[in-house]
């Protein structure tokens, strides 16, 4: 057990992320690294200190470039911008109006090794690539480019709560703190009292209309505070550092491990400043967090508005590093039980609403319930501010949806009071008969129809209605409304109890029912939609099938668009539409070539009403998923996502299917096409060699009369036997142009190889001695066995025919360095310079060497079969004496050593 | 005696002639087929010593009678030469493994085709009487003895290099393709494993042949097998 400390890999990851790693991009460049120059407030002189470093480093020979400074036209700060080239900013139109922005692309273009960049925190021009600057400062990060910035203390989302408490000023403009986490901070620092002073002398940049709302903003107990906490927020990102390297090395010390927290979300607008919460408590722990939607029956009646302030609130959770989760439960309790059971938990946050004492009697406090049974859970209970800022939405809500489930249906009381009627007739008939207590009996029918079919309060106005009629008509004072004896009342206050009791319980049920229904049937249409992928064989068809389903299950507008020769193009669209908006196009590249959602509803591009998903199955994107709404809003609502998702997962295979498909049968056509050429070559061949064989063979029959016929014959003969060489050529070549060589592998013992070539020229070699320098322990070769020895045939032959005649032939095996090589030289004039390469061409022959015969062929098949082996052959005069050598390459890969293939 | 029958299976008619009239004048007694019918035809009624297959027949490939007219036939079994344009390696190794004796490219040479016939119909001859010494050159095969010397002298083979060895000298002069040599010895599951023949061969080389670097003894047939000449 006692092993040594082992590296957190989390840590390492982010180490490595932070530091040496390969950009997001996967480019060799490293990911550049930020720099924050953070201040308390305004005026801190933060762009004049991140200006001063730079010049610094400028100074030091970087390349550093400025790529917006915020100067506000102050004189000492302008100064500073001198010297340093600065990328001209980029003019955007937006309705009417002439907004300046950085231009990204242009800084990226330029490539400096160091970029500054003032206000961390911008939110960019509509219309920008990007909605904030800090994602611009992401994309020039992952071009290898280091950027120092500047930020004041109150833009940091998490701390957006806090500073808004005290400064009464919410800040909209926010940066999410996993931007910070990797950031190197430099806090710039003045005093409360200087920077009041630098404000009275006009030195602090205010802007007109916000003037009278920041004379509070700068009161010296603010300053002082937000000093505070940004001299906290920079101890703590060294903490983080530090913890992070501890981590890493696994040095031995104290940290806090295994804290966990979670926090309930739901649709309450508070649930904002409770996630705000979670995030601070959550890094105070050093601890990974969770966001939890337990989902009940209850969700089934939420509002549009409410839906949309939980995906407000679940954005908010991804903006701030946390997880979100969503699980099904019975009810919120029992869900955030298993969760935390499930995730080990240790920390837990709820808030908790000012709710009526009746609706807690009711429903059961979830606080209380959560404090008494989660066991080993801390469990902080905060306030639900119901005042909070209500989702920052970016679209009216349009159209409140009011319940007519709950308010039941006129019909329903109808029905309900006419039953109601209808038994009090039916009493009135037999009270005669019986007791009086058995027609109250009767009126239960009617309440039990009422509750169960019409929901809860049409069963309490039956509930009622049956009370008042029992008491009206057959409770003594008869036709009166008032009872004289108590027992009666308790029949009264029975029916309106059952009422309340069957109704509750009935509307439960077909809550539930309705909640199955609405899985069922989500189920359904992603098993109805993977049955009608499984029988499509074509991209248009699926790409039709997916937009028109896609539209059908999320009632939104959907294209669909594939690449093609590198452009992504509109393949189908529902409603058809075959063109798209630029800021569309752009959208859609973007989800494209990063893989990630772009559009509205994601973080990037959100200027674009579309809503663009990558298809993609095992990180290949395939192609984009477009929806949008017909009303502009957010087209995809949080409760969607999943089935968008496992949608998007099954056209993505179903594409990659189409595509394998249409590969196979690329594949199939080749290989019918390579049958053909070779049935082709195979009747060629063997139209040629027949009437071959048979001249051959008849002129070997003929028996010569006199010296001079057995002359004739002899040329004959050997004329004919100059054709069969140059048919196999012709044939050899033809075979490598067609690309049919078929090639099998096999070792082989060079040895047996030149004996093989050499036994094969053995009547045109008789002039020439062999030489051989074989070692005959030297490694097999893995060759194509009769290319190969085809070669060698050629080799030699080749050296017969140019050598010198008679003179010896030397075929030599060496082993070297990563391969060995096999040479076949002979003694004669040699290659004439700069003819080492060309001599491997088709019909090329030496100059002045025509008459030597050859087909010119030889050596354009040597080379055609080494490459289709694998193999290299290069020629080239011989270093010891005058001649040609050939030299045929073995890397290690075509050698198998024998000791290795002993029996 | 009788003069020994050679049918001609060949559907070019030149070369049919030219074949007949070679192996006429050498004194066998020459029927000619154009066709696989008419090939199955004579083999039943003619009972050839040997055959001469084309592959390219008009009505069937010649590569599906090999096994017809090494199987399909009472008494002795006919030596089977394939005579063909296909000078595919695998055309030849499936021949072979068929059970044709030799293969013989087009344009062939007249002596080497005479040559590969004479060995073939002696070899079945020597199928039949189970010859049991091998003598080539200087080396001696004994085949019951499991003995092998040169020049008188015993040469230690290894089991495996005497098992190949041994292999091939039951059919001196025919090609032994790979697969037949690596199941006999080796057994089945290394039909595959060539490298172990190439090892066996080296060895075999080394302490039987007079220059191993040229090898007189053993050869070899790229892509296809191995064959003792003597």
Same mark, same amino acid.
Not at chain 1, 363 to 370: K, T
Not at chain 2, 225 to 230: A, E, V
């Given at each position: 057990?006692?092993?040594?400390?082992?590296?957190?890999?989390?840590?390492?990851?982010?180490?490595? &992320?932070?530091?040496?790693?390969?950009?997001?991009?996967?480019?060799?460049?490293?990911?550049?690294?930020?720099?924050?120059?953070?201040?308390?407030?305004?005026?801190?002189?933060?762009?004049?200190?991140?200006?001063?470093?730079?010049?610094? *480093?400028?100074?030091?020979?970087?390349?550093?470039?400025?790529?917006?400074?915020?100067?506000?036209?102050?004189?000492?700060?302008?100064?500073?911008?001198?010297?340093?080239?600065?990328? $001209?900013? /980029?003019?955007?139109?937006?309705?009417?109006?002439?907004?300046?922005?950085?231009?990204?692309?242009?800084?990226?273009?330029?490539?400096?090794?160091?970029?500054?960049?003032?206000?961390?925190?911008?939110?960019?021009?509509?219309?920008?690539?990007?909605?904030?600057?800090?994602?611009?400062?992401?994309?020039?990060? &992952?071009?290898?480019?280091?950027?120092?910035?500047?930020?004041?203390?109150?833009?940091?989302?998490?701390?957006?709560?806090?500073?808004?408490?005290?400064?009464?000023?919410?800040?909209?403009?926010?940066?999410?703190?996993?931007?910070?986490?990797?950031?190197?901070?430099?806090?710039?620092?003045?005093?409360?009292?200087?920077?009041?002073?630098?404000?009275?002398?006009?030195?602090?940049?205010?802007?007109?209309?916000? =003037?009278?709302?920041?004379?509070?903003?700068?009161?010296?107990?603010?300053?002082?505070?937000?000093?505070?906490?940004?001299?906290?927020?920079?101890?703590?990102?060294?903490?983080?550092?530090?913890?992070?390297?501890?981590?890493?090395?696994?040095?031995?010390?104290?940290?806090?491990?295994?804290?966990?927290?979670?926090?309930?979300?739901?649709?309450?607008?508070?649930?904002?400043?409770?996630?705000?919460?979670?995030?601070?408590?959550?890094?105070?722990?050093?601890?990974?967090?969770?966001?939890?939607?337990?989902? %009940?029956?209850?969700?089934?009646?939420?509002?549009?508005?409410?839906?949309?302030?939980?995906?407000?609130?679940?954005?908010?959770?991804?903006?701030?590093?946390?997880?979100?989760?969503?699980?099904?439960?019975?009810?919120?309790?029992?869900?955030?039980?298993?969760?935390?059971?499930?995730?080990?938990?240790?920390?837990?946050?709820?808030?908790?609403?000012?709710?009526? *004492?009746?609706?807690?009697? *009711?429903?059961?406090?979830?606080?209380?319930?959560?404090?008494?049974?989660?066991?080993?859970?801390?469990?902080?209970?905060?306030?639900?501010?119901?005042?909070?800022?209500?989702?920052?939405?970016?679209?009216?809500?349009?159209?409140?949806?009011?319940?007519?489930?709950?308010?039941?249906?006129?019909?329903?009381?109808?029905?309900?009071?006419?039953?109601?009627?209808?038994?009090?007739?039916?009493?009135?008939?037999?009270?005669?008969?019986?007791?009086?207590?058995?027609?109250?009996?009767?009126?239960?029918?009617?309440?039990?129809?009422?509750?169960?079919?019409?929901?809860?309060?049409?069963?309490?106005?039956?509930?009622?209605?049956?009370?008042?009629?029992?008491?009206?008509?057959?409770?003594?004072?008869?036709?009166?409304?008032?009872?004289?004896?108590?027992?009666?009342?308790?029949?009264?206050?029975?029916?309106?109890?059952?009422?309340?009791?069957?109704?509750?319980?009935?509307? *439960?049920?077909?809550?539930?029912?309705?909640?199955?229904?609405?899985?069922?049937?989500?189920?359904?249409?992603?098993?109805?939609?993977?049955?009608?992928?499984?029988?499509?064989?074509?991209?248009? #068809?699926?790409?039709?099938?997916?937009?028109?389903?896609?539209?059908?299950?999320?009632?939104?507008?959907?294209?669909?668009?594939? $690449?093609?020769?590198?452009?992504?193009?509109?393949?189908?669209?529902?409603?058809?539409?075959?063109?798209?908006?630029?800021? #569309?196009?752009?959208?859609?590249?973007?989800?494209?070539?990063?893989?990630?959602?772009?559009?509205?509803?994601?973080?990037?591009?959100?200027?674009?009403?579309?809503?663009?998903? $990558?298809?993609?199955?095992?990180?290949?994107?395939?192609?984009?998923?477009?929806?949008?709404?017909?009303?502009?809003?957010?087209?995809?609502?949080?409760?969607?996502?999943?089935?968008?998702?496992?949608?998007?997962?099954?056209?993505?295979?179903?594409?990659?299917?189409?595509?394998?498909?249409?590969?196979?049968?690329?594949?199939?056509?080749?290989?019918?096409?390579?049958?053909?050429?070779?049935?082709?070559?195979?009747?060629?061949?063997?139209?040629?060699?027949?009437?071959?064989?048979?001249?051959?063979?008849?002129?070997?029959?003929?028996?010569?009369?006199?010296?001079?016929?057995?002359?004739?014959?002899?040329?004959?003969?050997?004329?004919?036997?100059?054709?069969?060489?140059?048919?196999?050529?012709?044939?050899?070549?033809?075979?490598? #142009?067609?690309?049919?060589?078929?090639?099998?592998?096999? $070792?082989?013992?060079?040895?047996?190889?030149?004996?093989?070539?050499?036994?094969?020229?053995?009547?045109?070699? =008789?002039?020439?001695?062999?030489?051989?320098?074989?070692?005959?322990?030297?490694?097999?070769?893995?060759?194509?066995? !009769?290319?190969?020895?085809?070669?060698?045939?050629?080799?030699?032959?080749?050296?017969?025919?140019?050598?010198?005649?008679?003179?010896?032939?030397?075929?030599?095996?060496?082993?070297?360095?990563?391969?060995?090589?096999?040479?076949?030289?002979?003694?004669?004039?040699?290659?004439?310079?700069?003819?080492?390469?060309?001599?491997? #061409?088709?019909?090329?022959?030496?100059?002045?060497?025509?008459?030597?015969?050859?087909?010119?062929?030889?050596?354009?098949?040597?080379?055609?079969?080494?490459?289709?082996?694998?193999?290299?052959?290069?020629?080239?005069?011989?270093?010891?004496? !005058?001649? &040609?050598?050939? %030299?045929?390459?073995?890397?290690?890969?075509?050698?198998?050593?024998?000791?290795?293939?002993?029996? | 005696?009788?003069?020994?029958?050679?049918?001609?299976?060949?559907?070019?008619?030149?070369?049919?002639?030219?074949?007949?009239?070679?192996?006429?004048?050498?004194?066998?007694?020459?029927?000619?087929?154009?066709?696989?019918?008419?090939?199955?035809?004579?083999?039943?009624?003619?009972?050839?010593? &040997?055959?001469?297959?084309?592959?390219?027949?008009?009505?069937?490939?010649?590569?599906?009678?090999?096994?017809?007219?090494?199987?399909?036939?009472?008494?002795?079994?006919?030596?089977?030469?394939?005579?063909?344009?296909?000078?595919?390696?695998?055309?030849?190794?499936?021949?072979?493994?068929?059970?044709?004796?030799?293969?013989?490219?087009?344009?062939?040479?007249?002596?080497?085709?005479?040559?590969?016939?004479?060995?073939?119909?002696?070899?079945?001859?020597?199928?039949?009487?189970?010859?049991?010494?091998?003598?080539?050159?200087?080396?001696?095969?004994?085949?019951?003895?499991?003995?092998?010397?040169?020049?008188?002298?015993?040469?230690?083979?290894?089991?495996?290099?005497?098992?190949?060895?041994?292999?091939?000298? /039951?059919?001196?002069?025919?090609?032994?393709?790979?697969?037949?040599?690596?199941?006999?010895?080796?057994?089945?599951?290394?039909?595959?494993?060539?490298?172990?023949?190439?090892?066996?061969?080296?060895?075999?080389?080394?302490?039987?042949?007079?220059?191993?670097?040229?090898?007189?003894?053993?050869?070899?047939?790229?892509?296809?097998?191995?064959?003792?000449?003597?």
């Amino acid at each position: 057990m006692n092993e040594p400390p082992r590296p957190d890999p989390d840590a390492l990851l982010r180490t490595v &992320a932070s530091g040496a790693g390969t950009g997001a991009t996967g480019k060799p460049n490293t990911r550049g690294r930020l720099k924050v120059f953070l201040g308390a407030a305004p005026g801190v002189g933060k762009t004049c200190e991140m200006l001063d470093d730079g010049a610094a *480093r400028r100074n030091a020979g970087i390349d550093v470039v400025i790529g917006l400074a915020e100067t506000h036209g102050r004189i000492e700060t302008m100064a500073r911008t001198a010297g340093f080239e600065i990328i $001209p900013r /980029k003019m955007i139109e937006h309705h009417g109006r002439t907004l300046d922005e950085m231009d990204l692309d242009a800084v990226i273009a330029r490539a400096p090794a160091l970029v500054l960049i003032d206000e961390l925190a911008h939110t960019n021009a509509p219309g920008s690539r990007h909605d904030k600057r800090y994602q611009d400062i992401e994309d020039i990060l &992952a071009a290898g480019i280091d950027v120092y910035s500047t930020l004041n203390i109150q833009h940091i989302e998490s701390l957006n709560d806090v500073v808004a408490s005290f400064t009464r000023v919410r800040v909209r403009e926010t940066l999410p703190d996993r931007v910070l986490e990797t950031a190197d901070l430099e806090i710039v620092d003045l005093p409360p009292d200087e920077l009041i002073e630098r404000l009275r002398e006009g030195k602090v940049y205010v802007p007109e209309e916000a =003037s009278r709302a920041l004379a509070h903003f700068f009161s010296k107990s603010n300053l002082s505070a937000l000093r505070e906490l940004a001299l906290r927020r920079a101890a703590q990102a060294i903490d983080a550092q530090m913890l992070d390297h501890v981590r890493a090395h696994a040095l031995a010390g104290k940290w806090a491990a295994g804290e966990r927290l979670v926090v309930a979300i739901s649709e309450h607008p508070g649930a904002i400043g409770l996630v705000r919460s979670a995030k601070r408590m959550a890094d105070a722990l050093s601890a990974p967090w969770t966001a939890l939607h337990v989902e %009940t029956t209850r969700d089934l009646g939420l509002s549009e508005a409410d839906r949309r302030q939980l995906t407000a609130t679940t954005e908010l959770v991804q903006h701030l590093g946390g997880e979100t989760a969503t699980i099904p439960a019975e009810n919120i309790i029992a869900g955030l039980l298993s969760f935390l059971d499930e995730t080990r938990a240790t920390q837990l946050i709820l808030g908790k609403a000012s709710r009526s *004492r009746w609706h807690e009697w *009711r429903h059961g406090s979830v606080v209380d319930n959560m404090v008494r049974r989660a066991s080993g859970v801390a469990v902080h209970v905060l306030t639900l501010d119901e005042a909070g800022e209500r989702a920052r939405t970016r679209h009216a809500v349009v159209g409140q949806q009011a319940g007519p489930d709950r308010w039941g249906t006129p019909l329903g009381y109808g029905v309900s009071l006419g039953l109601v009627a209808l038994v009090t007739l039916l009493g009135y008939s037999i009270s005669g008969i019986g007791n009086v207590t058995n027609i109250a009996l009767l009126y239960l029918l009617p309440v039990l129809v009422a509750a169960t079919r019409f929901g809860l309060r049409t069963g309490i106005i039956a509930g009622l209605a049956s009370s008042l009629a029992y008491n009206f008509f057959f409770i003594p004072p008869l036709l009166t409304f008032s009872i004289a004896d108590p027992q009666n009342l308790i029949t009264v206050m029975v029916l309106l109890g059952i009422a309340v009791m069957v109704s509750q319980m009935a509307s *439960r049920v077909r809550d539930h029912a309705m909640l199955a229904r609405n899985s069922a049937a989500q189920n359904g249409a992603i098993a109805g939609f993977a049955r009608q992928m499984t029988g499509i064989s074509n991209e248009t #068809e699926l790409a039709q099938v997916l937009c028109a389903e896609v539209a059908r299950l999320l009632d939104v507008r959907a294209v669909l668009l594939l $690449p093609e020769d590198g452009d992504l193009v509109v393949r189908a669209a529902n409603p058809p539409e075959d063109r798209l908006e630029t800021l #569309e196009r752009a959208a859609a590249r973007w989800a494209y070539d990063k893989n990630r959602r772009a559009g509205r509803g994601s973080d990037t591009l959100t200027a674009c009403e579309w809503l663009f998903s $990558p298809i993609g199955v095992s990180g290949r994107v395939l192609g984009v998923l477009g929806i949008a709404r017909d009303d502009t809003g957010t087209p995809l609502r949080i409760d969607q996502l999943p089935l968008l998702s496992s949608l998007l997962d099954q056209v993505a295979l179903a594409f990659e299917r189409i595509m394998l498909e249409g590969e196979m049968a690329g594949v199939a056509k080749l290989r019918e096409q390579d049958r053909l050429r070779t049935a082709l070559l195979s009747s060629v061949s063997h139209d040629l060699r027949t009437p071959l064989t048979a001249i051959i063979g008849n002129l070997d029959a003929i028996r010569p009369a006199d010296a001079e016929q057995a002359d004739q014959l002899a040329t004959a003969r050997a004329e004919a036997e100059r054709l069969r060489g140059f048919v196999a050529n012709l044939l050899d070549m033809a075979r490598i #142009e067609a690309g049919v060589l078929t090639r099998s592998s096999e $070792p082989v013992d060079l040895a047996d190889a030149i004996a093989g070539a050499v036994h094969d020229l053995r009547t045109r070699l =008789s002039a020439n001695p062999i030489r051989m320098e074989v070692s005959p322990d030297l490694p097999f070769v893995r060759v194509d066995a !009769q290319l190969f020895q085809q070669c060698l045939v050629n080799l030699i032959s080749n050296a017969a025919t140019h050598g010198d005649p008679g003179a010896p032939i030397t075929i030599a095996a060496r082993r070297e360095a990563g391969g060995m090589k096999l040479m076949v030289m002979d003694q004669g004039p040699g290659l004439p310079p700069g003819e080492e390469d060309r001599i491997f #061409e088709t019909f090329a022959r030496i100059e002045g060497s025509d008459r030597k015969g050859g087909t010119g062929l030889g050596l354009a098949i040597v080379r055609g079969f080494c490459t289709a082996m694998g193999l290299a052959v290069a020629a080239s005069n011989r270093p010891d004496t !005058q001649g &040609a050598c050939f %030299t045929i390459q073995f890397d290690d890969a075509h050698l198998t050593n024998v000791e290795e293939t002993a029996e | 005696m009788k003069p020994l029958r050679v049918l001609v299976v060949e559907d070019d008619a030149a070369i049919r002639k030219l074949l007949n009239a070679a192996l006429t004048r050498t004194g066998y007694d020459v029927i000619e087929a154009a066709d696989g019918r008419a090939a199955l035809a004579a083999l039943a009624i003619d009972k050839p010593d &040997a055959v001469l297959l084309d592959l390219g027949l008009p009505d069937r490939d010649g590569l599906e009678l090999v096994p017809l007219i090494k199987a399909a036939q009472s008494g002795l079994i006919p030596a089977l030469i394939v005579v063909s344009a296909r000078d595919a390696t695998d055309q030849k190794v499936a021949a072979l493994d068929l059970g044709a004796d030799d293969y013989v490219i087009k344009p062939f040479d007249s002596e080497e085709l005479h040559a590969r016939l004479r060995t073939a119909l002696r070899h079945r001859l020597a199928a039949e009487t189970r010859v049991a010494k091998i003598v080539l050159g200087d080396v001696e095969i004994d085949l019951a003895a499991r003995m092998v010397t040169r020049s008188g002298e015993e040469v230690h083979l290894t089991p495996k290099e005497y098992g190949m060895l041994a292999e091939l000298a /039951k059919h001196p002069g025919r090609v032994i393709t790979h697969t037949q040599l690596l199941r006999a010895v080796w057994g089945p599951g290394h039909e595959y494993d060539v490298e172990y023949l190439r090892v066996a061969a080296r060895g075999i080389r080394r302490k039987l042949e007079a220059d191993p670097a040229s090898p007189a003894l053993l050869r070899n047939e790229p892509g296809v097998g191995y064959r003792l000449t003597g």
